[in-house]
């Protein structure tokens, strides 16, 4: 095809294509894509009140425990996958009957309530925070002096996250965070054709010891068969409803090329039941049966990962994302432009709900993959002004993050489909810090990064603590 074509001249270029739009429509909901293909248990944080309370200098109001309890379950409601348990009051509940409590749970939340009555309510949050499970301490602005211990924990390495703040949806946020260690250990990712990246990320045995995800290969067969397993008529109807029916340009693809690609992201969500998996990653994603980049963009709308090129390091990001901000991440490969103070993001594959499963879509053009100029590949006109994370897990161990702000969309054609400009701190110093010197691999491992919609520079640093991870830089 050698010409654009509109949605409407291109669903007549194939008889039958509107009934078959009309009867999938029909049985389909036309809002956000909800379908779960594994349910995640709810996490478990433990709340516990620590301080006296009553009209004592510098302590809180005894009413203020039920306004907390009221607040936290709103966050189970906003939040999602959370629950509070607990909710001891120390004193005169002693810490020492806490602790065996602590064994349900995944993390705790200490309300820092007073810091008066001696050094008793230090001494029962130092003792809670040795059992050793990601530990959250709130402490509102004249709730004592206690406040000036808290900092040393951090410096011990202990895995603490510090809130001296009267931002109550700081609460949410840190509960988003907690989610993030729990479900990663009841993660399953699809390997396919091997993984791609560092080498502790490309051990399976290393993965399943320090994250708890367990890597599941899957041979080019197994995809193989499973495309030739889905309906061809059932393929024809996703790429009728996900994909021409909201097309804002087709350009090159074919309207059969395009059903393949919606055949293919059926074939792998088929496997992602089989296996129970939340992700996939595929080293030959750009083989047959079809080029992975609608099927990738299809999981990250739906709230799963679909990473390409086998990349391990970013399927692991992805995930962290996902669980803590619900955020879909784009894999990039970016390059600088000093000039513009910018980091340049492109690739083939990237979602449309950007903001999340319940956001709206952003405008796309349906292309070929750039590269080989065959398959089918998405141009995501990304949003400009939007502030942008970009991110990789290395190692197992780094995070390397820097932030940015989309200042502009691009299409050169020495590019990948989606493009966008990002300006950042400062481009010449990134430009000579990429990787922190932290990274070596070839050119996948060292260059790809993934972008994703807010500032989380702040939440990075603090997952980091949580989970025991290193959080740099590289601006």
Not at 68 to 76: C, G, I, K, Q
Not at 179 to 195: C, D, K, N, Q, S
Not at 237 to 261: F, G, H, M, T, V
Not at 381 to 399: F, H, P, S, W, Y
């Amino acid at each position: 095809m050698g010409c654009a074509l509109s949605r409407r001249e291109f669903l007549g270029t194939a008889a039958g294509g509107a009934l078959v739009a009309q009867a999938f429509r029909a049985a389909s909901a036309p809002s956000a894509p909800t379908e779960t293909l594994v349910e995640l248990s709810p996490v478990k944080i433990h709340k516990v009140y620590i301080g006296r309370t009553g009209d004592i200098y510098l302590s809180r109001p005894t009413e203020e425990i039920g306004k907390f309890n009221a607040y936290l379950d709103e966050v189970e409601g906003r939040v999602g996958n959370v629950k509070f348990v607990g909710g001891e009051t120390v004193p005169p509940t002693d810490a020492a009957e806490v602790i065996p409590k602590l064994k349900e749970a995944d993390g705790v939340i200490l309300f820092h309530l007073s810091g008066h009555g001696g050094d008793a309510p230090k001494k029962a949050m130092d003792q809670i925070i040795e059992v050793g499970l990601p530990t959250a301490v709130f402490s509102q602005p004249f709730s004592g002096h206690g406040w000036m211990y808290f900092p040393a924990w951090r410096k011990e390495g202990k895995r603490v996250v510090l809130l001296p703040s009267s931002d109550w949806s700081e609460l949410d946020r840190v509960a988003g965070l907690m989610r993030v260690a729990p479900h990663l250990r009841a993660t399953r990712i699809l390997v396919v054709h091997g993984p791609q990246g560092t080498p502790a990320a490309c051990d399976s045995a290393r993965v399943k010891e320090r994250l708890g995800a367990e890597m599941i290969p899957i041979s080019v067969e197994e995809t193989l068969e499973a495309h030739r397993a889905v309906d061809p008529k059932e393929a024809e109807a996703e790429a009728e409803q996900y994909w021409l029916k909201d097309a804002k340009r087709i350009i090159e693809p074919s309207r059969e090329e395009i059903i393949n690609a919606a055949r293919f992201y059926l074939a792998l969500r088929n496997l992602m039941k089989r296996e129970r998996a939340q992700a996939v990653t595929s080293s030959n994603c750009m083989a047959d049966p079809a080029k992975g980049c609608l099927a990738f963009s299809k999981l990250n709308d739906l709230g799963l990962v679909g990473a390409c090129e086998g990349d391990m390091d970013s399927t692991l990001t992805m995930l962290m994302f996902q669980y803590a901000f619900a955020k879909p991440g784009f894999i990039t490969d970016p390059v600088f432009d000093t000039a513009r103070n910018a980091l340049i993001h492109f690739h083939c594959t990237c979602a449309t709900r950007m903001d999340g499963p319940g956001g709206e879509r952003l405008p796309f053009t349906i292309r070929t993959q750039s590269d080989s100029g065959r398959g089918v590949s998405l141009d995501v006109e990304n949003r400009i002004g939007q502030e942008v994370t970009c991110a990789k897990l290395i190692n197992l161990d780094t995070m390397l993050v820097s932030t940015g702000k989309i200042i502009d969309v691009t299409h050169d054609p020495l590019g990948c489909r989606t493009q966008f400009v990002t300006e950042v701190a400062d481009a010449a110093k990134m430009f000579q810090n990429w990787g922190a010197d932290r990274i070596q691999g070839g050119v996948m491992t060292l260059l790809h990064r993934v972008v994703f919609y807010g500032n989380h520079r702040k939440s990075l640093e603090d997952l980091g603590a949580l989970m025991g991870f290193e959080v740099v830089e590289e601006a």
